[in-house]
């Protein structure tokens, strides 16, 4: 297959989106007989029909819903590609991305980001963050989306290198009008009586309270599923429910909301964070130093805690 055309993976997902040649050569300002011309080599070079004509205007065929899904991606990287070569034609001598969990964001990640980039040091090393599943962390990484990740270190991280972070413990959360709010300390299992709020079931942690449930004989019991701590937290201080969040994210908020933080016992509640990626020698040196000031924070912090009476 020869090489593909860029200007045409582009034209072919905008005639895509748009579901009409003559308002994707609008939108792009060529003509409609130019863009049917490029798609025409298109599919001459994949040896395959990409587009037909129906009713509501063009569709993709099977073989070209597949092509759609790889330009889009193709289209995603190349921006990538302008965006941070871009960065250094504006004196910017490193660009690094990170993917994080929203635990990790919701924390630490940011001030110990902030606090990086206030050396002067780094004046010229932009970082930027995107939140994902653990999941999704790794295979960003694995995938070169980022540089560096950080997720639960529970997590598998076949084929990455890693450094430890971090680390944060998981409480429950309930309302002082509930009948666990007495509790100066509970096991997980206590609290399978009672309804929780719930976070994406693929993220780490439910996939693990799931397991515990079972492990205890009982079902796990959601009223309600939220996508953040804060919804979690806004629908515990209406006592809709009980939730598990790490007690880092619910105390200041429960300090100024009057909500109950209570201590998980269980093993798996203190959790480590870890920092992976694919090579550390072929991190780029704006990554390597921002990876070796992430995991000397974490051991300072691991100090400042080994410390306190």
Known sequence: MRDLDLTSLRLFVAVCETRNIARAGENANIVGSAISKRLAQLESAVGAKLLTRRKHGME?????????????????STARIERDMSAYSHGLRGQIRVLATSSVLAESLAEDVAMFLQDPRHRSIRVD????????????????????????????????????????????????AHPLARESTLQFSQ??????????????????????????????????????????????????????VPREVAQPYAHATGLIVIPLTDAWAERRFTLCFRDEENLSPAAQVLLEHLAN?????????????
């Open 297 to 309: 924070v974490a051991r300072h912090d691991d100090t400042a805690a080994a410390l306190k009476p």
């Open 60 to 76: 993709p065929t099977p073989a070209g819903e597949t092509l759609l899904e790889h330009a889009r991606a193709i289209m995603t």
């Open 191 to 244: 609290t399978l009586d009672y309804e929780h709020v719930g976070m994406p079931v693929a993220s780490s942690v439910q996939v693990m309270l799931h397991r515990a449930a079972a492990q205890a004989g009982k079902p796990l019991l959601h009223r309600v599923i939220v996508s953040n701590f804060d919804s979690a937290l806004r629908v515990v201080r209406a006592n809709l429910g009980i939730t598990i």
């Open 129 to 176: 963050m995107e939140e994902g599943l653990s999941h999704q962390v790794i295979r960003g990484i694995k995938e070169g989306v980022a540089s560096l990740g950080i997720c639960w270190d529970a997590s598998p991280l076949d084929g990455l290198q890693s450094r430890p972070y971090r680390n944060d413990h998981l409480a429950m959360v309930v309302h002082p």
